[in-house]
């Protein structure tokens, strides 16, 4: 499911992808995974297309909150949570950093992981 979500979200040129390995952290997912868009419409057109790809891969229908705006928006994937930020947005929430380590993989994120 990991490899859907970053494919999906790389085929939507998606910045500054992040996977952060929650498994010894919390029991709500296996897997964050935090990307930028460059404008609202970017990142709601990265949340339909994720959400697609999921129901087509038998997830059922993925829940997203924050589809209005699009400023944030979190699509729950199951073992796999997806917060897709325009990039003022995450930067003022930096969940990078409150969640920190240990990094699964980084493709070119410019925040430092503590």
């Known amino acids: 499911m990991l490899t859907l979500v970053t494919d999906s979200l790389e085929d939507d040129k998606a910045e500054d992808i ?4 929650l498994s010894r ?7 964050m995974v935090i990307a ?17 790809k999921l129901k087509n891969a038998g ?3 993925a829940a997203a909150e924050g589809m209005g705006r699009c400023d944030w928006v979190l699509v ?3 073992d796999v949570i997806v917060h897709l930020f325009r990039p003022e947005v995450r930067a003022f929430y930096n969940l990078e ?9 980084d493709k070119g994120a410019t925040s430092a992981l503590a």
Do not use: C, F
């Open 97 to 105: 950093k409150m969640w920190g380590g240990p990094l699964v993989e």
């Open 25 to 31: 952290k919390s029991t709500m997912a296996d897997y």
């Open 76 to 78: 729950d994937g199951g």
């Open 59 to 61: 997830q059922g229908n």
């Open 36 to 52: 930028s868009g460059r404008s609202s419409r970017q990142v709601g057109a990265m949340a339909d297309h994720l959400r697609e």
């Open 18 to 21: 992040v996977v952060i390995d």
